[in-house]
């Protein structure tokens, strides 16, 4: 029997308020997943409103149709990047919208299917692409690299104080043999940073898990995707339109925070969240995922 795979949005009570969809207006949720803040979004713009779900993963888009079926169908679901946000509008038809939502984390499924690579805890190849249809897979990348750019990539996309260690032993270990699988890459993470394989499996923060996010992030250009979505928001909101973004890792919301704060500056936003809106405790023990979470809002200026 397939077992059903359970999905918590996170801060979805947050979203709802923040953005504040009403009857009639046009929402993207420029990352689908599993359809949980989609499918809340549409049952609140109703029948005369539209939703435009973007996802970069073929797989979340199946998953999550169903879910949004039940819900209503004026809804539009595009397999893309967000960073091509005003394409997608251009498509659809719609100049601007009334608010737009970003969801940074990797939706679960992507995690526990060995075949994706995503995860130290369970043996696949090392892939990683949320897209598996496109760009190049983490073990191109993990030996190609070089030392350098390996731990310069950990240590800022993965926050990893151990990265020279890391890249030293990775180097190391590729001249014998390319590394291919998520067991070689976790083995030589927890070699760099002694730890024994039982040790690593009961720590709280397993030590490849930052590693593993850094790849993550290099290997589908997260970043430099996000510095798109937040160059080209104002143009794709209507007056007075929100903007929410949800990040995982300290660069985006250092990404986020920064744009926010220069769009409101230079009068292009209205009003900004002074800090981010992270989870309650109940949250937080309903939802662990939700404990790195921090979202961020934007108002258009109304003209």
């Given at each position: ?5 359970r ?5 979805l ?6 953005l504040n969809?009403?009857p009639?207006q ?5 990352t ?7 499918a809340?979004l ?10 435009i779900?973007?996802?970069?993963d073929?797989a979340?888009i199946e ?11 004026n809804?539009e679901l595009?397999h893309?990047?967000?960073?091509a946000?005003?394409?997608v509008l251009?498509q659809a ?5 009334d608010a737009?939502?970003a969801?940074?984390?990797?939706a679960s499924?992507?995690i526990?299917?060995?075949?994706r690579?995503?995860?130290y ?11 598996p ?9 993990i ?7 390996l731990?310069e990539?950990?240590?800022?996309l ?5 990265a020279p ?5 990775i180097?190391?270990?590729r001249?014998?043999?390319?590394i291919t ?9 927890c070699e ?6 039982a040790?690593?499996a ?5 030590p490849a ?5 850094a ?11 996000l510095?798109?979505l937040?160059?080209?928001l ?8 929100v903007a929410?973004?949800i990040?995982?890792?300290s660069?985006?919301d ?5 744009a ?8 292009v936003y209205?009003a900004?969240?002074?800090?981010p809106v ?5 949250e937080?023990q309903l939802n662990p995922?939700?404990?790195s979470?921090?979202?961020r809002?934007a108002?258009?200026?109304?003209r």
């Open positions: 029997m397939k077992r059903e795979t999905h918590v949005p996170v801060l009570d947050d979203v709802l308020e923040i969809p009403q009639g046009v929402i993207v949720d420029c689908l997943g599993l359809g949980g803040h989609s809340a549409l049952e609140r713009i109703g029948p005369t409103g539209k939703l779900a973007i996802d970069f073929p979340n998953l999550a149709r169903a879910k949004l079926g039940a819900v209503g169908e809804f595009v893309n990047n967000f960073a946000l005003p394409t251009a038809g719609v100049p601007r919208v737009i939502l969801d940074l984390g990797v499924p992507q526990d299917d060995p075949g690579g995503f995860s805890r369970r043996p696949g190849p090392l892939d990683m692409r949320m897209d249809t496109r760009g190049r897979p983490a073990s191109a990348l030996n190609r690299l070089s030392e350098r750019e731990a990539a950990f240590l800022e993965g926050d990893e104080t151990d260690q890391i890249a030293r032993l180097v190391d270990y001249r014998t043999q390319p699988t998520t067991q070689q890459l976790m083995a030589i993470v760099a940073r002694d730890f024994t394989l040790r690593a009961g720590a709280k923060l397993h898990a930052r590693t593993f996010q790849l993550r992030i290099l290997v589908n250009r997260e970043l430099a995707n510095d798109r937040l160059t080209v104002p143009d794709c909101l209507a007056p007075g339109g929410a973004i990040s995982f890792h660069g985006e250092r990404r986020v925070k920064a926010f704060r220069g769009g409101l500056a230079a009068g209205e900004i969240s002074p800090d992270i989870a309650d405790a109940d937080q995922r939700s404990r979470a921090k979202l809002w108002k258009m200026i109304r």
